[in-house]
């Protein structure tokens, strides 16, 4: 029995020696293909389809039908990984025709016709995330892959006897986040808007002249909002008169959602402006006269290129006139007494953003952005929705005069108010309101 026990201890050490000789026994350690860390994903069989819900937003039949007219050979495709990265891309009529090795673990398959653009006519983006999972030596198949609609869609339309009662260059306004695209009374081209948020918000403004009789035309502006659009989604709007006399008129709006067929109201009434457009000093005309310089900032009753001393008649009200519709519109505080630490005292900044005053900052951190809203309200200064979009603004800033006064002492101090208005289409004017106190 001794002579057994010693022969078998003899043996294993005999085959330990063998596996540590590269020429003998090997034993595998996971490293070799067969065990290794991988699977496959094959795409030979891979479809893919554009749809989008369409609705007759008359009848309210929905049906998905297939965007046949799209090709999707050149949609870019990528392979992401549970770390967010990339780790192939390819377009689509390139994809690999033998299965792709990866690590274990889950993935999304990403395609993807373009980029979406923040607005644009007639440019729809569509695109698909599919996720799947590689399991170790098995193959998995990608087969189909059904892409929609990544943006929001709008389109505009307005009865046959309401144009026939608007001034041609009346437009609606369409805004989605900080973009927006203008529909004229002819615009038959769809809009196409980036969705920033999951829940997203179509501001709408419009703005023109109506003339109940079609002759004596009167300046017109409303501003309506859709909320709770996605992405993927495709609002009608359409204005139409519920009512017209001479002096006393409201315009429907009827915004239909054709993925759920919602009809959303909006109660408009009211929306003709007694104030008549001016030209040439007489009441009517069919569209308001436009200055020169387009944007325009002016002072009333003053020339804004001159400075004035502040006295207690002293009166700062200003009109700002943008055809296309005010986009921006800020104004930096430049003075020896209202620094921008004294501001922050008073709750407010340097740099003031009218249209966005959340976005107000301190010229010395302009990236970091200081809520002026309340403080700008209480000053009487128009903010925001007062703002945004207006083809003519007042802007009164009599009541920041007396601020100024207090802080100033009786030496002689010069205070700057830089104005810069924007339009829609990016234009721009600047202009310096100067003002003087002490002695």
């Known amino acids: 029995m001794k002579l057994l026990k010693f022969t078998v201890v003899t043996l294993l050490a005999s085959l330990l020696a063998v596996g540590c000789d590269g020429d003998g026994l090997t034993i595998d350690n996971g490293s070799n293909s067969g065990l290794s ?7 030979a069989q891979l479809s893919v389809d ?31 990984n549970e770390n967010n990265e990339v780790v192939k891309s390819f377009k689509l009529s390139q994809r690999p025709t033998e299965a792709i090795e990866l690590a274990t673990g889950d993935y999304i398959f990403k395609i993807q016709s373009g980029e979406v653009p923040g607005a644009a006519w007639d440019t729809p983006v569509y695109g698909a995330e599919k996720p799947f999972k590689i399991v170790r030596n ?48 002819t615009e038959s081209r769809s809009g196409f808007f980036a969705a920033p948020q999951v829940s997203n918000t179509i501001e709408l403004h419009i703005s023109g002249t109506y003339a109940a009789d079609k002759v004596n ?22 204005f139409y008169i519920e009512h017209a006399a001479e002096g006393n008129i409201t315009v429907g709006v009827t915004i239909r959602d054709w993925v759920t067929d919602e009809v959303i109201p909006c109660n408009v009434a009211d929306l003709v402006n007694e104030e008549e457009w001016k030209e040439n000093g007489n009441g009517g005309g069919e569209e ?28 700062v009200d200003l009109t700002i006139v943008a055809s296309k519709g005010i986009k921006g519109l800020l104004c930096e505080i430049k003075s020896e007494v209202l620094t921008p630490d004294e501001l922050l005292n008073n709750s407010l900044c340097n740099v003031l953003n009218l249209c966005y005053p959340t976005q107000s900052y301190d010229s010395r951190e302009p990236d970091t952005y200081i809520d002026v809203e309340g403080a700008l309200r209480a000053l009487k200064f128009a903010v925001g929705d007062e703002v945004l979009n207006k083809k003519t603004l007042s802007l009164s800033i009599t009541q920041f005069l007396g601020m100024l006064k207090s802080v100033s002492g009786e030496n002689l101090k010069n205070h700057d108010f830089v ?13 310096t309101l100067m003002l003087q106190t002490g002695k």
């Open 217 to 238: 035309f009167k300046p017109v502006e409303m501003n309506k909002e859709i909320r709770d659009v996605k992405a993927g989604q495709h609002s009608k709007i359409h």
């Open 419 to 431: 104005l810069t208005v924007t339009d829609s289409e990016g234009n721009s004017t600047s202009k």
């Open 50 to 80: 554009c749809r989008v819900d369409e609705k007759d937003p008359e009848v309210g039949v929905l049906s998905a039908t297939t965007r046949s007219s799209v090709n999707t050979d050149n949609f870019d495709c990528s392979i992401i």
């Open 138 to 185: 098995e193959t998995t198949p990608l087969t189909e892959v059904v892409c929609s609609l990544m943006q929001i869609k709008v389109t505009v339309s307005y009865s046959a006897d309401l144009l026939e009662r608007l001034g041609e260059k009346t437009l609606t306004t369409a805004i989605v986040g900080n973009n927006s695209l203008e529909y004229a009374l």
């Open 37 to 43: 860390n991988t699977g496959f994903l094959s795409m």
């Open 288 to 315: 308001p006269t436009i200055p020169a310089e387009d944007p325009a900032i002016e002072w009333k009753g003053y020339d804004i290129s001159k400075r004035y001393a502040i006295t207690d008649d002293l009166t």
